[in-house]
T-cell receptor
């Protein structure tokens, strides 16, 4: 029962921007959109999160659609170290159910030199 | 802070044996999560705690799995008896609160049941 839908894989060239899409048509008003990434043989690592407005941090930007049914993680200049599996998840601010928090299989990003 | 600490990092055991995985969350974090990752199913949430109390264990696969959090700095995930299909990487994560706060993951425990 996937709450988000992501492409299985994407490719990018080094130093070019990357846009990773995520669809979450059943999002509720209290759900935050979180992005994590997982490098090979490591635990997932937090990237960014947002609720309604676009967000920027040192790692990436998060663009959220006006209806909140989709979002895009933007890596402004991909490096070889950005090659990882990227997960988009919904994370409700109600603390009572794990009905969201479904990581699934994410998008495997490959970066070519 | 040293981050989320998990032990052991690798565990190899025979079918039928009891396995105990351990986790120390980041100090001050009120939420602790246990996940399992396999190639087939990806990363799945098993159970999470708030202030040492289990809140939702609907992801625990069956009665062979149990989790406890006796205090704010320690949690265990136990499998008894273990089966080959339990082979996976088990991650522990912690966060300050729910929803608007990031989760910090540990390095994981790779479990192999032969």
């Amino acid at each position: 029962d996937a709450k988000t839908t992501q492409p299985n894989s994407m490719e990018s060239n080094e130093e070019e921007p990357v846009h990773l899409p995520c669809n979450h048509s059943t999002i509720s008003g209290t759900d935050y959109i979180h992005w994590y990434r997982q490098l090979p043989s490591q635990g997932p690592e937090y990237v960014i999160h947002g609720l309604t407005s676009n967000v920027n941090n040192r790692m990436a930007s998060l663009a959220i659609a006006e209806d909140r049914k989709s979002s895009t993680l933007i890596l402004h200049r991909a490096t070889l170290r950005d090659a990882a599996v990227y997960y988009c998840i919904l994370y409700g601010d109600y603390g009572g159910s794990q009905g969201n928090l479904i990581f699934g299989k994410g998008t495997k990003l490959s970066v070519k030199p | 802070d040293a981050g989320v600490i998990q032990s052991p990092r690798h565990e190899v055991t025979e079918m039928g044996q009891e396995v105990t995985l351990r986790c120390k969350p980041i100090s001050g974090h009120d939420y602790l999560f246990w996940y399992r990752q396999t190639m087939m199913r990806g990363l799945e949430l098993l159970i999470y705690f708030n202030n040492n109390v289990p809140i939702d264990d609907s992801g625990m696969p069956e009665d062979r799995f149990s989790a406890k959090m006796p205090n704010a700095s320690f949690s265990t995930l136990k499998i008894q008896p273990s089966e080959p299909r339990d082979s996976a990487v088990y991650f522990c994560a912690s966060s300050l609160a729910f929803g608007g706060y990031e989760q910090y993951f540990g390095p994981g425990t790779r479990l192999t049941v032969t």
